[in-house]
């Protein structure tokens, strides 16, 4: 099965009155409270807030990896509610990338094999230059050949991060994707992400607790308890620092 032709579109993902509670009862939270936001087309967005305050399940919900409670989630323009978890799983493979804090590769797969996971499970047999093309990109065309443990934690975030995108995504979601990096290869993921949005028209949407790595996207919001309680453009990381400072004295 192929989903249709993406749509143009100002807003790559738009959640409207999105709710979600875990629990039951007295032991209920709320983790998103009918909030809705809407993300630019080839736009990077930075998502940030307290602990507890529902950036990693707005990520969810907006990636169709968990479905709201109530309310409408949007991706290039397909209602997720309407597709049953078959067309959802096509869906995402299509025309989602996905890169998070832990890398999640294959321990037992070279580089280029990891990079070759998305497009095989897809049914596709890829070439060794579309993969050795998603590896230059990165620049690792040199590791192709390598394990993960032969590779820094950098270098397996930009394979993971190659790995993502060699399915011409519409949308990368990143959770955390420097979070377990020194500040060198934090920067160099950075700044490819920044270059997907750049060069390539991507949109990208991060969470992150770090306001240095908040600083590369074009627009930061902020949550607390479920609701959307501001957003910035393209601001400094001291300016995001002292927002989020504020926030945590609530």
Request: charged share 20%; net charge neutral.
């Amino acid at each position: 099965m192929t989903t249709e032709k993406v749509p143009a579109m100002d807003h790559a993902v738009e959640l409207r009155s999105v709710h979600k509670t875990f629990g039951t009862g007295s032991a209920a939270v709320t983790a998103l409270a009918s909030l809705s936001l809407r993300f630019a087309t080839g736009g990077f967005t930075a998502v940030m807030g307290p602990s507890g305050s529902g950036k990693s399940t707005l990520l969810q919900c907006a990636a169709g990896l968990d479905r709201p409670d109530a309310g409408q989630v949007l991706l290039t323009g397909v209602d997720l509610a309407t597709l049953d978890e078959h067309r959802l799983t096509v869906l995402r493979r299509e025309r989602i990338g996905f890169v998070f804090q832990a890398f999640n590769l294959v321990a037992a797969l070279t580089a280029e094999q990891n990079v070759m996971l998305p497009l095989l499970l897809d049914g596709r047999k890829p070439s060794r230059e579309e993969v050795g093309h998603a590896l230059a990109a990165v620049g690792l065309a040199e590791r192709r050949s390598h394990r993960p443990a032969e590779l820094s934690g950098g270098q397996q975030q930009r394979v993971a991060l190659a790995r993502a995108l060699i399915t011409g995504p519409a949308v990368l979601f990143a959770d955390e994707p420097t979070g377990a990096l020194d500040t060198r290869s934090a920067k160099e993921v950075l700044e490819l992400l920044r270059a997907m949005v750049d060069r390539h028209g991507r949109t990208v949407i991060m969470v992150t607790h770090d306001p240095v790595a908040a600083s590369y996207a074009d627009t930061v919001v902020f949550l607390t308890d479920g609701h959307l309680v501001d957003t910035l453009h393209r601001p400094t990381a001291d300016h995001i620092a002292a927002h989020m400072t504020r926030l945590e004295r609530r």
